[in-house]
């Protein structure tokens, strides 16, 4: 199943990204040497991979304009056009 990505899936991507890096990050207090530095590059990425999913793809699916960034709740409504971000059905 080919599925695009939306702003709703690009929010879950990047969220997973950024708490597999602290998982990566914090692993390099248990490791020494080159697993070590391997965690910490691979964390740095990871970081890295959820920023560039948030950028390229948290967007309204209306007016195409990106969303703000954070970690705040997911938006119900898109700041610029005023359209329905969530559904009726989807908040419940």
Not at 9 to 21: P, R
Request: glycine residues 10%; contains cysteine.
């Amino acid at each position: 199943m080919n599925q695009k990505m939306n702003y709703k899936k690009a929010g879950e991507v990047s969220n997973w990204l950024f708490v597999s890096s602290v998982a990566a990050i914090g692993g390099t207090f248990f490791f020494s040497g080159w697993i070590q530095l391997a965690l910490l590059i691979i964390g740095v990425g990871l970081i890295a991979g959820g920023i560039a999913v948030r950028q390229i793809y948290w967007r309204c699916p209306h007016c195409k304009k990106k969303l703000k960034l954070g970690f705040r709740q997911e938006p119900k409504i898109c700041p610029y056009c005023r359209g329905q971000l969530i559904s009726k059905d989807e908040e419940e």
